[in-house]
């Protein structure tokens, strides 16, 4: 790491009250070391560990750990305090601060500043090995995880309560390392990456509609994941119950023909699309202005389905078009149907899942196979953020091969 790592970051520490918060101290000086411009904000348990005159007097600015403080909101309030970060770090991060951030709850300062930010945010949780495995923290810090937030170990070893297992504030000096690896342009800077997520609704009536299983967690995950590697990412996202990850810049849709728009509206100006949603192919060929009734002697009803347009073979049409990577969602021969959609819509690349009830839709984890003209690679199980990962890398390899002038 260089002297100057950090020249020019405004960061944000948030101080947690747990013993490890004495390690902050060292974290403020060699924040400035790297050349980061530090402001400290404690939780009231973390005064109690150490006193905001060390921090003060280690930082170069009055700490800050109250919303209530009248005087400390005249001077720089707290929403300009968070537009004012250019990083939030949470170290001593306890088990307490993980479960306010992953609730969202703004019960005080800290809190609210985390919500208020629209900084990267990091944390380095601290505690008892037995707090740390604990399901609630695991689920916790799973939901931090898919907003965006960084985690910055912790490290196991001995603890100050005389236990063993991890839980341990990773070191000062490896907390700047980590965070000036975070400022470094990603590989994917200076990438356009376009994905759609979710299902999209096919209205019936104006209170029925056609749709599927999908969560969009999977295009949620790959948009996190791209944002984070550097990418300016746009998202388009069907009917979804999950918040916008952090960097990315989202369009809400609900039926596929506004999909379509949104993505080819978006086309010229995207290097990469990756079509994570769940389009569906079908809608009635009329929404009924009011609610259908049920006729007293009918048995059946019948719906007239028109098809809807087929957004990435439209795409793929285009002179000039993105890199295209399809998915494919199959209940059987998986592998044979993905290979005729990557070739019928004229793909750069399809990730395959088998879904069904519980598999590939809705699931927190996923297995993909990746197919592309030449070639295939099979991704394991594994968490929708690590396949991300992986299907990123492996979309970097292809358009790289393709810029070197090399099938792959
Ligand atoms: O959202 P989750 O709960 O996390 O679940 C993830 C997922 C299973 C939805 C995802 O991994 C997935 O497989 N998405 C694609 C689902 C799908 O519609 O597959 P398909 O085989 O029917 O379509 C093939 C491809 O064509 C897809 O990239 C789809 O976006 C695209 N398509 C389909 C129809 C259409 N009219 N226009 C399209 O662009």
């Known amino acids: 790491m260089t002297d100057n790592a950090l020249a020019g970051a405004r960061v944000l ?46 930082s170069g600015h009055a700490v800050r750990d109250s919303l209530w403080d009248e005087s400390a909101e005249a001077a720089m309030g707290h929403i300009e305090l968070a537009r004012w970060a250019s990083q939030v770090l949470v170290a001593p991060a306890t088990v307490d601060i993980i479960a306010r951030l992953a609730q969202g709850r703004a019960d005080d300062l800290l809190a609210t500043l985390c919500l208020a930010t629209g900084a990267p945010v990091a944390i380095a949780p601290a505690m008892n090995q037995q707090m740390w495995a604990h399901p609630a923290t695991q689920a916790n810090l799973a939901t931090l995880r898919q907003r965006g937030v960084r985690v910055f170990g912790p490290d196991s070893g001995g603890q100050a309560c005389g236990e063993f297992g991890a839980g341990r504030l990773m070191e000062p000096h490896s907390l700047v390392a980590a965070l000036a690896a975070t400022q470094a342009p990603g590989d994917l800077a200076g990438w356009s990456v376009l994905v ?5 609704y096919e209205d019936i009536d104006p209170v029925r509609f056609i749709g599927n299983r999908s969560s969009g967690r999977m295009g949620f995950a790959v948009a996190a994941a791209a ?51 769940a389009v569906g192919d079908f809608r009635p060929d009329q929404v009924a202005p009011r609610k259908l009734k049920k006729a007293s002697d009918a048995t059946t009803l019948e719906l007239r389905l028109v098809q809807n347009p087929d957004i ?60 592309w003209p030449g070639g295939r690679e099979a991704l394991p199980r594994a968490g929708k953020r690590e396949l991300a990962e992986a299907l990123l890398d492996r979309i970097v390899q292809l358009r790289q091969g393709r810029q070197d002038g090399n099938p792959a």
């Open 13 to 58: 520490l948030g101080v947690g009250g747990g013993i490890a918060a004495y390690k902050a101290a060292d974290l403020v000086r060699r924040l400035r070391d790297a050349g980061a411009e530090v402001r400290v904000v404690m939780t009231a348990n973390a005064t109690r560990f150490v006193s905001a005159l060390t921090f003060q007097a280690l």
């Open 196 to 200: 759609s997520a979710g299902p999209t």
């Open 227 to 277: 944002a984070a590697r550097g990418a300016d990412v746009t998202l388009v996202a069907g009917p979804v119950a999950l918040a916008t990850p952090a960097g990315v810049r989202r369009i809400d849709v609900r039926g596929a023909r506004q999909m379509h728009e949104a993505v080819l509206g978006l086309a010229g100006a995207s290097d990469v699309y990756v079509a994570a949603a």
């Open 312 to 371: 990435l073979a439209d795409m793929a049409a285009l002179t000039g078009r993105p890199f295209l990577v399809g998915f494919a969602a199959e209940t059987e021969r998986v592998e044979a149907h993905a290979r005729d959609k990557l070739e019928r819509k004229r793909l750069d690349l399809v990730a395959a899942n088998e879904v069904g009830p519980g598999r590939g839709f809705e699931a927190e984890d996923n297995a993909l196979l990746l197919l």
